[in-house]
């Protein structure tokens, strides 16, 4: 990552409400407050198509969805990515095709969908990505963990990762 994009990362990370100790869904309410649209957390199963998160934004709520089918460390890491595109407010495709994904949601409340593909930037991939780490280093020297993680790796949670980013 460079220097430049994780110092601007440092600085978002800077002005977000971390709850010490941390609590996603707190984490996820205070930057709803601020933004003043609800932040909710669905899980879903996405199964072999390659996508493990998804941002979808409706006129009222900003909609993340997960995928539920992985262990919890890897659905927050997926979960804070997806927030760092919403926080860079990273533009989006059209909908589309992608809103079949969720039959609970109306098609034409859709106002933007952002998942990770091979269409979108791959310069939106690592803002979201250096901010989601930004944070988690955050969150584990709260925890009192080493902020590089490297105490115990997960190899299940590393290679999930990888997967994922690569899609």
Request: aromatic content about 6%.
């Amino acid at each position: 990552m460079s220097r430049r994009l994780r110092g601007t990362c440092e600085s978002m990370a800077d002005g977000l409400n971390i709850p010490d100790p941390f609590h996603l869904e707190a984490f996820c309410a205070s930057i709803g407050q601020t933004r003043r649209r609800h932040i909710m957390q669905v899980p879903h199963t996405f199964g072999d198509c390659g996508v493990t998160g998804v941002w979808v934004a409706t006129p009222s709520v900003d909609y993340v969805f997960f995928e539920k089918n992985t262990p919890r460390p890897h659905q927050e890491h997926i979960i804070l990515h997806e927030v760092g595109h919403l926080l860079w407010d990273h533009p989006a495709a059209e909908p589309g095709a992608s809103v079949d994904l969720f039959t609970d949601l109306d098609p034409s409340m859709v106002e933007r969908v952002l998942h990770r593909a091979h269409r979108y930037e791959v310069r939106q991939e690592r803002e979201a990505e250096t901010l989601a780490t930004v944070i988690l280093r955050r969150i584990r020297m709260q925890q009192g963990r080493p902020a590089d993680g490297n105490a115990q790796p997960d190899p299940t949670g590393i290679l999930a990762r990888i997967t994922s980013t690569l899609g």
